[in-house]
């Protein structure tokens, strides 16, 4: 067996890396709360920053606040071989979602370095700004930026609930917006994620080759009511927004289970305003989030609820709109990209899964340019977005060998 064959991650580093990330920003039931460009955030970064300068490497961020780790190549001109994904959490993330895709990058960094080997492509680790959007409304940002799949300007505008700019966030924690977004030459582009779903645990595999990801969209849902006194103000002279969402649920939740076991509709977020117990809410906001895999399935799904709402609208006389505020069509990785984590699962004694991913992952927008593919590994229960989600730390260890060797395939030669 050569030494590259022969090489393996150091677990043990990887974990206790996991572990010491998991403090920045750490929940009271186990879990992480570091929304994006938060000082928390900001801490994880500078911590993995620390550990990249360490391990011999050169940072960089660019306009919107996306960090890249590079370590050169023996021809450094040659365009890098790329992995990465997230530090920014859930309000009640766990210690895995993202976090793991960006350590097992700089593990596969470091066990290079332990072995003195020097790929012939340089590579490139990325931490991609703003993939949650549970801060700032639009999930998968930077790398939607990077990708040239949204404006910078756009990305820079986005708010959070408090009014607070991504712009003013970056410029905060010193990040020039006005940097070049110069998009560099990548071969190919490599991320390691838990699966955040249940099948991997229940079909007993540990490596996941991740072929694509589903179809998926967020919505916002106004409604204009009128504030009204609780006790008074008679049920017929009310102006009411939550009879639109009484009415709604039951019809959305019903138009989902119409369309199979695949189909997934998720109201995340409801608030209404003022929000008192005793006064009739003057404005009702919620969301709807939609997933299908079959892309006739997700736009039948998406117009279906788009109906529902204005419908209900209409029957309660109210104000008020539907608007999609984030899409990321569906995903088919590169055959060449998938390949090769096949082929590094297999090589490694595993007998890997190919799935279609549930979740949205920032290589939904780097594939748009660069060939791309994931790998997936177990976590506990199948639960993620949950301060108790957990993932084995040998599995963890099998899916940053299988992304080595996914990596050492195209970065070697
Ligand atoms: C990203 O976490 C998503 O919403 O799938
Ligand atoms: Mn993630
Ligand atoms: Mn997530």
Redesign the pocket.
């Known amino acids: 067996m050569s030494q590259t064959n022969a090489l393996r991650v150091n677990g043990e580093r990887l974990w206790s890396r996991l572990m010491q990330m998991a403090a920045i920003g750490a929940t009271p039931h186990g879990g992480c709360n570091r929304p994006a460009l938060s000082d928390a955030d900001m801490a994880g970064r500078a911590l993995l920053s620390r550990w990249a300068q360490a391990a011999g490497c050169h940072a960089r961020v660019d306009a919107v606040g996306n960090l890249f780790i590079r370590r050169p190549g023996r021809d450094d001109a040659l365009p890098v071989v790329m992995t990465g994904s997230h530090l920014d959490t859930?309000p009640t993330g766990g210690k895995f979602?993202g976090v793991y895709g960006v350590l097992a990058g700089l593990e596969v960094i470091e066990s290079l370095n332990d072995q003195g080997l020097t790929t012939q492509h340089p590579i490139e680790l990325c931490v991609w700004c703003n993939?949650?959007?549970s801060r700032f409304p639009m999930?998968?940002m930077g790398s939607a930026v990077w990708s040239g799949r949204l404006g910078l300007d756009a990305a820079l505008a986005l708010t959070d609930r408090a009014g607070i700019s991504v712009r003013h966030e970056l410029q905060r924690a010193g990040i020039a917006t006005d940097a070049p977004l110069a998009r560099q030459p990548v071969k190919a582009s490599f991320e390691v994620h838990i699966e955040?779903g249940p099948v991997l645990e229940q079909r007993t595999k540990i490596i996941g080759v991740v072929t694509g990801v589903q179809h998926?969209s967020r919505h916002e849902v106004l409604v204009e009511g009128q504030e009204a006194h609780a006790g008074p103000t008679p049920m017929d002279m009310r102006r009411d927004p939550i009879r639109v969402l009484a009415d709604v649920l039951p019809a959305l939740y019903a138009a989902a289970a119409q369309r199979g076991r695949d189909a997934r509709l998720t109201v995340g977020f409801i608030e209404t305003l003022p929000g008192s117990p005793n006064t009739v809410p003057g404005r009702l906001r919620f969301t709807v989030?939609i997933r299908h895999p079959e892309a006739a399935q997700y736009a039948a799904l998406r117009e279906e609820t788009g109906r529902l709402v204005r419908a209900a609208l209409q029957r309660h006389a109210l104000a008020g709109e539907i608007r999609c505020v984030w899409e990321a069509p569906g995903v088919t990785f590169d055959s060449g990209c998938v390949a090769a984590v096949r082929e590094a699962a297999e090589a490694l004694g595993f007998d890997p899964l190919e799935m279609v991913s549930?979740?949205?992952?920032d290589s939904c927008n780097v594939s748009a340019v660069v060939p791309t593919a994931m790998v997936f590994v177990p976590c506990a229960g199948g639960l993620s977005?949950n301060e108790a989600e957990s993932a084995q730390p040998a599995d963890l260890s099998a899916g940053a060998n299988v992304l080595l060797h996914a990596m050492l395939a195209l970065a070697a030669r």
């Open positions: 859930q979602d993939e949650e959007g999930a998968m955040q998926m989030d549930g979740a949205g992952h977005h």
